[in-house]
């Protein structure tokens, strides 16, 4: 992406795009989370950030719970492409395809709320079966 071939470089156009996209979307709020080897939030956490999903016998809650489970999960995670985004507001809607490295590939869909510019909330839905047939 750092790349010279181009000018400007190839992560700047992609960096420029994204500002067009956002300011396209005059007031509506907007999250990013960007997935490359590992997923990571480009928009910031709330401090009161809550996470649910299958695998989560109680919500996260708090930023640093949050990243810490992002940061356990993402070793396991060989590929994770994004199908389809469907945006409400400050809600969206993204419908995901993710490969372990054991070869499992689910489709799974996760919700995010906005608050003030903020990932304030994140549930994930998948179906949990998959990964937990090798487990027994």
């Not at 930023?63 to 994004?82: L, T, Y």
């Not at 869909?109 to 510019?117: A, E, H, Q, S, T």
């Amino acid at each position: 992406m750092r790349s010279n071939d181009f000018q400007p470089t190839r992560l700047d156009r992609a960096r420029f795009k994204v500002m067009d996209l956002v300011a396209a979307r005059t007031g509506s709020r907007t999250a990013l989370i960007a997935y490359a080897g590992s997923a990571h939030t480009v928009l910031p956490l709330t401090d009161d950030v809550v996470f649910t999903g299958p695998m989560q016998p109680e919500p996260l809650t708090g930023e640093a719970a949050v990243r810490q489970h992002i940061g356990e999960i993402a070793p396991f995670v060989a590929r994770m492409d994004r199908k389809q985004t469907l945006i409400n507001g400050d809600q969206a809607a993204v419908v995901l395809e993710f490969e372990g490295l054991n070869g499992v590939v689910i489709e799974g869909v996760d919700l995010f709320r906005v608050r003030d510019g903020r990932i304030c909330f994140n549930q994930s839905f998948f179906d949990t079966r998959p990964l937990l047939a090798g487990a027994r």
